[in-house]
């Protein structure tokens, strides 16, 4: 249509031709003249917009004529027209045509219009009655795809205007008052948004603006909700093992969650430390091989379903431990006696199945030999391979029933006769009784002992 392509040409030169201070106005006391011509629009001679209603009218050759009055009636309240009064001067006989920006969407006015000579007015033309357009639609159906990862799907159908530019998408919460402008869509045709980085569970909130080439906004669309999807339910019931040589085992109860992926397992060193994520498991147990003995780990499980999410895990840490190892043996007698070195120990701990004695020999500066006798059942230890002239040293060792061994016992010295060393036996320390889960007996081992009779440490 004509006016589609003028409406914006028309405005700027009406604004240029009717400049503030130099267009004139009607006199007070009119002065009817009815031999000047009267305006008479083209048979489309008006244009409706949203904010701006456009005339045309023809062309008057009467070169009496200075130019047009325009008269416009505002409605009340009531949409009652009221009365006529000057709107504005077009101060040229040439202009065919005037465009009011002046005007609300969806609002009656009336107008009408007298030519002007330099002393007089002429007769009016027929009222015009115009109503502005309403203002544009927005989109007519609008869908949201709920229940997604942190992620919210908007779609709707293209506006038929073609006029549309783009599309305002609008967002907010549950806890916010105002809509925000999310992003302004170009393109008549792109109908669609993905909204990411959401919280999980979460109520979001969703409306659609169209907006034309003129700079025209529409009323918002319909609202659309979307709940994002909840983080996958954690993990009940982890269990560690304390008792376990070298190890810890770890389990829990199976998820129940549909669309289960795997588990994390993470580990600590202590219970606020830093977690780290050490093994991805498809079943509820893991086997942790630490291979230290007594050490301990703080364990958190997560569950991860197949969109990626992770349950929460951070408040849940249990402690597992591998088992120690058991208390070293407390030395309450050493002798040497007849060039032969007696050793009695008490009992330490109950989880002890054997013990290891290590003999140190040594004869001059560097010459030293180093001899193990493992699997002694009794708490006591004679050695009658010693020479003269020779430093020897012992120490004795538990040994529980899953071979773990303690750390050492006190150090005892012996120097035979002739060593230019003075002989040097010391005490352990107090025995300390610890409780434990009842040990397994093994078999005895052949030992390269001097047999001897039972020492008598009941008393001690």
Request: hydrophobic letters at 35%; aromatic letters at 10%.
């Amino acid at each position: 249509m004509f006016w589609k392509s003028t409406l914006l040409y028309t405005a700027s030169l009406l604004i240029l031709s009717g400049c503030v201070g130099t267009s004139p106005t009607p006199n007070k006391e009119t002065v009817i003249d009815s031999t000047l011509p009267v305006v008479e629009l083209t048979r489309d001679g008006v244009y409706v917009d949203m904010e701006a209603i456009a005339f045309e009218w023809k062309s008057v050759s009467d070169p009496r004529v200075k130019g047009v009055y325009i008269y416009k009636s505002v409605p009340n309240k009531e949409e009652v027209a009221g009365e006529l009064k000057y709107f504005k001067t077009i101060d040229n006989r040439f202009t065919t045509h005037y465009t009011d920006v002046t005007v609300k969407p969806d609002t009656k006015y009336s107008y009408a219009f007298k030519t002007f000579s330099g002393d007089a007015e002429g007769r009016s033309s027929a009222i015009v009655d115009v109503k502005s357009l309403p203002v544009l639609e927005s989109v007519s159906w609008l869908y949201s795809e709920t229940g997604m990862p942190r992620t919210a799907k908007i779609i709707w159908r293209p506006h038929p205007n073609q006029s549309v530019k783009s599309y305002i998408l609008e967002r907010k919460t549950l806890e916010e008052e105002k809509w925000k402008t999310l992003i302004a869509i170009d393109g008549r045709l792109n109908a669609e948004y993905i909204d990411k980085n959401l919280k999980d569970n979460y109520v979001y909130e969703y409306r659609v603006r169209v907006k034309t080439y003129e700079g025209l906004v529409s009323f918002p669309s319909p609202v659309v909700k979307v709940v994002t999807k909840a983080l996958p339910v954690g993990v009940t019931n982890i269990k560690t093992t304390l008792d376990l040589p070298k190890k810890i085992n770890i389990a829990w109860d199976p998820t129940a969650i549909k669309d289960f992926q795997f588990y994390y397992l993470y580990r600590a060193d202590s219970v606020d430390g830093n977690y780290k994520l050490i093994a991805t498991l498809y079943n509820p147990a893991f086997t942790d091989n630490v291979e230290e003995d007594g050490k301990s780990y703080f364990y958190r499980v997560s569950v991860v379903d197949k969109d990626g999410l992770e349950s929460e895990h951070e408040k849940m840490s249990v402690q597992g431990m591998s088992i120690p190892k058991p208390d070293a043996p407390a030395v309450i007698n050493a002798n040497m006696i007849n060039n032969k070195a007696e050793l009695a120990w008490g009992r330490v701990d109950p989880r002890t199945t054997s013990y290891v004695v290590v003999k140190k020999t040594k004869k001059g500066w560097f010459d030293e030999t180093v001899e193990e006798f493992v699997n002694i059942k009794n708490k006591k230890f004679i050695d009658s391979h010693m020479e003269d002239g020779t430093s020897y040293a012992y120490v004795v060792y538990a040994v529980d029933a899953n071979g773990i061994k303690s750390n050492p016992s006190i150090e005892i010295k012996f120097k035979t006769k002739d060593s230019r060393e003075t002989i040097n036996a010391t005490k352990s320390e107090p025995i300390k009784e610890v409780q434990v889960s009842k040990a397994v007996k093994a078999s005895d081992a052949t030992q390269i002992i001097t047999p001897a009779s039972d020492l008598d440490v009941s008393g001690l």
